[in-house]
Nanobody, 121 residues
Framework: QVKLVESGGGLVQPGGSLRLSCAASGSIFRVYFMAWYRQAPGKQRELVAVVSSGGSTTYADSAKGRFTISRDNAKNTVALQMNSLKPEDTALYYC???????????????WGQGTQVTVSS
């Protein structure tokens, strides 16, 4: 069994910073891409950033220049450093990844439980 646990959300003023973390644990054989999505009230879930197993990164236009995604392959963790936060960044942020467990020959897609980010003065 594989589990994703997120942390780091909270309330921050506009222009502030937050760092989200996501740790994968369990019977892990291989971790593929790791990504962050977000969903604001009344809106569809959207991709924020993704990092490949090799370290290549892709960002949504809204995140470019302000957010940085990084991963630690030894610890099976992914982080999202968010700077210059805006009220429109307010959302529930989810970690997402494909992981092949030690008992499977194929990867499974996993979602974290979500962590709330609120940007408000």
């Amino acid at each position: 069994q594989v589990k994703l646990v997120e942390s780091g959300g909270g309330l921050v003023q506009p222009g502030g910073s937050l760092r989200l973390s996501c740790a994968a644990s369990g019977s892990i054989f291989r971790v593929y891409f790791m990504a962050w999505y977000r969903q604001a009230p009344g809106k569809q879930r959207e991709l924020v950033a993704v990092v490949s197993s090799g370290g290549s990164t892709t960002y949504a236009d809204s995140a470019k220049g302000r957010f940085t995604i990084s991963r630690d392959n030894a610890k099976n963790t992914v982080a999202l450093q968010m700077n210059s936060l805006k009220p429109e960044d307010t959302a529930l942020y989810y970690c997402n990844t494909n992981i092949q467990s030690t008992t499977s020959t194929l990867p499974t897609n996993y979602w974290g439980q979500g962590t709330q980010v609120t940007v408000s003065s």
